[in-house]
């Protein structure tokens, strides 16, 4: 009786060890996610996760959403630092800097070993690559990026007499459209100048010839003339030819002011896109943004990172994990979903994005944009540079500060902070 | 043995106290005097370097005197409206708790939803107040776009949000003065507003400065609506020194500073401090 009490001890025993084996063998994985825009995004998130653990049964995803992307960041560095770390994060492409100063996260180039690893760096739009790419490394993929495109309500166009086909190509001709298209109860024009202004003019300037900052994110170019320039059109926009509401206007609002109407032209993210597409009760086209000297935008949005604090097999595991989230075919399920843009060629090649590109033309408008894309603001001390040119932007925008003198000020704060990065 | 006893039951509070309280404070004085320490480089004393940048750091000023802009009204407004609306509903009139309810679940709702429900009241052109501008023929408003009315807008959505839930105490402050009073003054002929400025308002006067020490309280950690609502912006005129701590230490990643702007705001609740214990509270008859 007692042996056999005892064989069945050690049998129970080794049946636990052996069952905590194969538990330990399984990976976990936590990944915080950001959403900036509308819509119900964290359900597809949710879903293609599922579908990765389904086919990975090894790993084990633990998907969070963390609000927008300083929330995500700011969620990611305290698990960090609370020695609770995830293993990898949808971060903003332009916290690569603050990321590396911060020693928080592996290069790609770092991991990636064969030869189809380094194929699949180079699978991706370059516009896209930007941001991640620095000190001659590759720090981020892209996941749900965009571009800033701009929105218009072809009814509106019409009643105006303006062919709807046509939406205006520069920046003259946005002016001329938005006088005819302001009336009483509608504006011709909005721009957001809350939540990212920096993102906005980040356009302009770019289209009047000029980017932001240096590719090593150690220099910036507020006070050129061109920029100048940039910012005293869009000032102009509501002082000089009153087609934009005066003030700052609120990002958040800002579709709810589109699809109810209230203006006829807005600049916004493409992340938008299915949201209006499923929300508008007019006929809206869809445009890349007008041209001064050039058509430019800066890309936006969010790139998958690992963080340093990870086990080789970890590593290992999360680079399965994005290579999944950024496959053509998921990359073509998001873009649908959410209006973002597909991250590689080979995802407009897939044949559900084909029809849905066909079947609905805006959908490609902010990939055909890549063309003319920048990266988007971000240097080292970024949440600090950023503070400063937004700042800049919104006392002009509110008439508290004259243009020039307003941007060589912030310029010379800039300056100030990345004199130790040279 | 007995001193033992006392000390143990004492334990769990006083860890508490130095772990979150003290603990956290003293080092974060400590902190104010070193440079930020990251990968690259690490902390070294800085002495008062710190605050000599803050001193110039015109963010800090402006969200500085924004901050005490921002307790001087919502404190007496917010305190002002709770006793109207209790001494209101604390009549007999129709309806009384239907009115109790509605005035007092703003209070319950959690702060980032109220921010939400206001940013489409605020809006320019779809926004309720703008809808009801226009419906009178009243110009268009751009409340939170507009550096000279976003911290009122922010203001009057405070005071809103906290007086219902200081009318509460007010309530059952008034509930608890003598009827007897209130029929003594009518029979020597005292008009209602008399009894209530030399019985009613005196009587209710402990109330007042317990309402008056939390509403300082929770106007200087007000921050959740400013992340819905304007973000501090535009151009800092609705930033206040707690959201600008928060993003000194988490979007500039510049712990140092952020321990800087810390004590200053610590010593500011100090000098509030000892001015309400040490003078208010000399004033008021407790009964």
Known sequence: MFRFVKRAALVSVLAASFLSSANAQKTELTMYYPISVGGPLTKIVDSMVEEFEKQNPDIDVNAIYAGNYNDARIKSLAALKAGQPAQLAVMFSIDTYDLIEQDAIISFSDIVKSDKDKEWLNSFYPALMENGTTLGKVWAIPFQRSTIIMYYNKDAFRKAGLDPNKPPKDWDEMVTMGKKLTTNDQWGLMIPSTGYPYWMFGALAKQNGEILMNSEGTKTYFDNPNVVKALEYWKDLSNKYNIMPKGTIEWGTLRKNFLSGK??????????LTAVKNEATFDFGVAMLPASKMRGTPTGGGNFYIFKKTTPQEREASMRLIKFMTSPENSAKWSMGTGYIGISKAAYNTPDLKKYVEEFPPAKVARDQLEFATAELSTYQTGRVRKILDDTIQAVLTDKKEPKEALEEAQKEASKLLRNYK | MRHVYGWLLLLPGFTLIVAFTHYPTVTTFINSFFSNQTV???KKFVGLSNYEYMLNDPVFLQTFKNTIYFALTTVPLSIALALAMAVFVQEKIRGRSVVRLAYFTPTI????AVANIWLFFYAPEIGLINQIFQYFNLPQQNFLGDTNMVLEATIVMTVWKE?????IFYLAALQSIPKELNEAA??????????????TFPLLMPTTFFVMVNALINSFKMIDHLFILTKGGPDNASNLLLYYIYDVAFSFFDYAYAATLTIVLLALLIVVSLIQFGLVERKIHYK
């Not at chain 2, 007086?163 to 009318?167: L, N, P, T």
């Not at chain 2, 009518?186 to 019985?199: D, L, N, R, Y």
């Open chain 1, 263 to 272: 203006t006829a032209m807005m600049w916004h993210s493409t992340g938008n």
């Open chain 2, 163 to 167: 007086a219902g839930f200081f009318m």
């Open chain 2, 186 to 199: 009518k029979i020597e002929g005292a008009s209602a507003w008399t009894s209530f400025w030399k019985i």
């Open chain 2, 40 to 42: 690259i480089r690490p």
């Open chain 2, 109 to 112: 709702l959690p702060m980032v």
